[in-house]
């Protein structure tokens, strides 16, 4: 029987990320054992929403509560929580560190431990395919769309943007891809580690696209890295 791997999962939000299970058995498989850390771990959502307003800020990211609510930071406000978390699963000794983010993040060069950024595991995945896809970029928020475009325009992708949170059952997925439908682009890319692998298929179906997450990206290069 091969050695069992360990993979410390650090979300922007709080752990567990129960809403990542279903599909962490799918694209990991049983040979790698998880261990869950958030950056917001001990808050209450009215903690983060007093201590760390979003109104006036840029760069907005979107992750969700223990209790599945969504909650907001800004990336200026996650990144010294971010290091703590990332700091506090060092200390378990996994092969490797996640960070469960599409966004910039910090290097983290003193961790002793590979620290994997899903936000460049994308980047070269689309890289090699950018002649062959127009893409459709959807993030979790309206307030990233700007963003979103900007930095895709950056690494040479002209996407169209759309918005729906994969942490809300308000309609906005299901309305984003009425809207996509409409759309030039061949590839609905779902930029944010919140959406599920159900909601993918549920998105592809009324759009009538391809879509991939990126936790098909990520967590197929994890398992390929942790063999």
Request: aromatic share 6%.
């Amino acid at each position: 029987m091969s050695k069992q791997s360990t993979l410390a999962i650090v979300t922007i939000g709080q752990a567990p990320r129960l809403d990542l299970h279903a599909d962490l058995a799918v694209l990991l498989g049983s040979n790698v054992k998880v261990l869950e850390f958030g950056a917001l771990d001990g808050f209450t959502l009215e903690q983060i929403n007093t201590q760390y307003p979003t109104a006036t800020k840029r760069d907005i990211l979107v992750s969700r509560m223990q209790d599945g609510r969504q909650v907001q930071i800004s990336e200026q406000d996650l990144e010294p929580l971010l290091e703590q978390a990332v700091h506090k699963a060092e200390a378990a000794k996994p092969d490797a560190i996640l960070v469960l983010c599409t966004g910039d993040l910090p290097e983290f060069n003193d961790v002793q431990v590979p620290v994997l950024s899903p936000k460049k595991i994308v980047e070269h995945f689309f890289a090699g395919i950018s002649n062959a896809v127009t893409l459709i970029v959807m993030s979790p928020d309206a307030a990233q769309m700007e963003n979103t475009h900007q930095r895709w325009l950056g690494n040479g992708f002209d996407v169209q943007c759309l918005s729906g949170s994969p942490y809300l059952n308000d309609g906005g997925r299901e309305h984003a891809a009425q809207q996509a439908k409409e759309l030039q682009g061949n590839l609905i890319y779902l930029d944010c580690m919140g959406y599920q692998l159900a909601q993918r298929d549920d998105i592809a179906h009324i759009a009538g696209k391809s879509v991939i997450t990126p936790r098909e990206i990520i967590f197929n290069t994890v398992r390929l890295l942790l063999k």
